[in-house]
């Protein structure tokens, strides 16, 4: 077990609809990242938060936005959801304080969306 | 910008044999870089990472890997594969613009099939 909680697991929606993911990071990890992995474009950085701040961004889409919270849990709200968006979601979590960069990551189950 | 190339998409290896799993670099600045494996299924397990020192760097299940500066490369290896090593196995390397904090960036990923 990583210590990143994600939920939900499995979620079915369909074209057009908006949802929500939650990631729990591991306690005292100050950054989250999410990751999209499809079989067409493996692992795709989405965007990064560190401590509340938005820390990089790497091939997200405008429809796709995504926020940490004060308690450092993190949502990725995905809207206008097209059948292209159905992947793997996982979100992943390092940096506690005084981390360096040889910090690795952990990485949530993944919530398997597919839109219908 | 950093990258990481895996130019295998799957590897064949018999139980009991040796085991490589091919991966290069190009990076700006010192190399952190990192193996993951994942499961059927299941998030991303870190197996092991390069900061500095050693070139042989010894990770989780029996794997190690190579830090190779001069061919760029960081390839995994196990002496000897079970059929339990079976899986998805991603190289990946930290991006330096993201300062200390920066995000992970993924190969796409090499498929491992032991057979016994």
């Known amino acids: 077990d990583s210590g990143v909680t994600q939920t939900p697991k499995h979620l079915i929606t369909a074209t057009g609809q908006r949802v929500t993911l939650r990631c729990s990071p591991r306690?005292?990890?100050?950054?989250v990242y999410w990751y999209q992995q499809s079989l067409d474009q493996g692992l795709q950085f989405l965007i990064q938060?560190?401590?509340?701040?938005?820390?990089a961004k790497g091939n997200i889409l405008e429809r796709f936005s995504a926020q940490q919270f004060p308690d450092l849990h993190s949502e990725l709200n995905l809207s206008s959801l097209e059948l292209g968006d159905s992947a793997l979601y996982f979100c992943?979590?390092?940096f506690g304080q005084g981390a360096g960069v040889d910090t690795e990551a952990f990485f949530g189950q993944g919530t398997r969306l597919t839109v219908v | 910008a950093q990258s990481v190339a895996q130019p295998e998409d799957q590897v064949n290896v018999a139980e009991g044999n040796p085991l490589t799993v091919k991966c290069t670099y190009s990076?700006?600045?010192?190399?952190?870089l990192f193996w993951y494996v994942q499961y059927p299924n299941r998030g991303l397990q870190f197996l092991l990472k390069?900061?500095?020192?050693?070139?042989l760097v010894k990770g989780s299940y029996g794997f190690e890997a190579e830090f190779n500066k001069s061919q760029t490369s960081f390839h995994l290896k196990k002496p000897s594969a079970l059929v339990s090593d079976s899986a998805l196995y991603f190289c990946?390397?930290?991006?330096?613009?993201?300062?200390?904090?920066?995000?992970?960036?993924f190969g796409k990923g090499t498929k491992l099939s032991v057979k016994p």
């Open positions: 992943a979590s390092s």
């Open positions: 306690s005292g990890d100050l950054s």
């Open positions: 938060y560190y401590n509340g701040e938005e820390r």
């Open positions: 990076v700006s600045g010192n190399p952190y």
């Open positions: 390069y900061i500095t020192g050693d070139n």
């Open positions: 990946a390397v930290r991006d330096g613009a993201g300062g200390s904090q920066g995000n992970l960036i």
